[in-house]
């Protein structure tokens, strides 16, 4: 017998999932030097924002908090700033990162109750929880990935003009 999906569920992931489409189809066409280039005074680039997505969003707040996944609390503090991505590393690796955490992030998302409690918190990071159950992260992940969904349109604009959505 199959489980019933929970329709709060089946209604916040699709949302979740426009947002990954997005960040991922505001970067399509770009090629490696231009995903690299920083456009802001802040230095930060294109790829460095994806991997941070991959790495503190969906691996961290899924893997880490909601599911208390002991090797990825264990590496946390190997991965050094995910906004930084070697130059070694393809591009194209650090997109196929970013689609495998969300997929990781989607089982569990799936299989873990809204109002179950999280497994971890990092306290060494937030101090005291401002996010008690899976409900919390899911819609806090939503906000964060729009968020920065947002500034990929604006450094893809500043890059070479090409906007997400243009309304007339």
Not at 77 to 92: C, H, I, L, R
Not at 109 to 138: C, S
């Amino acid at each position: 017998m199959t489980a019933t999906p929970n329709p709060e569920i089946q209604t916040l992931l699709p949302v979740l999932e426009g947002q990954r489409r997005h960040v991922l189809g505001i970067l399509d066409g770009l090629g490696p030097d231009a995903l690299r280039q920083p456009v802001l005074p802040s230095g930060w680039n294109c790829l460095g924002l994806v991997q941070h997505l991959a790495l503190d969003v969906e691996r961290f707040w899924f893997r880490a908090v909601v599911r208390g996944e002991k090797d990825v609390i264990t590496s946390l503090s190997d991965d050094g700033d995910a906004w930084q991505v070697d130059a070694e590393v393809p591009a194209a690796e650090v997109l196929e990162q970013y689609r495998a955490q969300t997929g990781l992030a989607d089982t569990i998302i799936r299989a873990t109750p809204l109002d179950a409690p999280l497994a971890w918190w990092p306290h060494h990071l937030f101090g005291e929880p401002h996010l008690h159950t899976h409900r919390d992260v899911l819609l806090h992940v939503i906000t964060e990935t729009a968020c920065h969904a947002g500034h990929l349109d604006t450094a893809r604009e500043l890059l070479d003009g090409r906007q997400w959505m243009v309304l007339t």
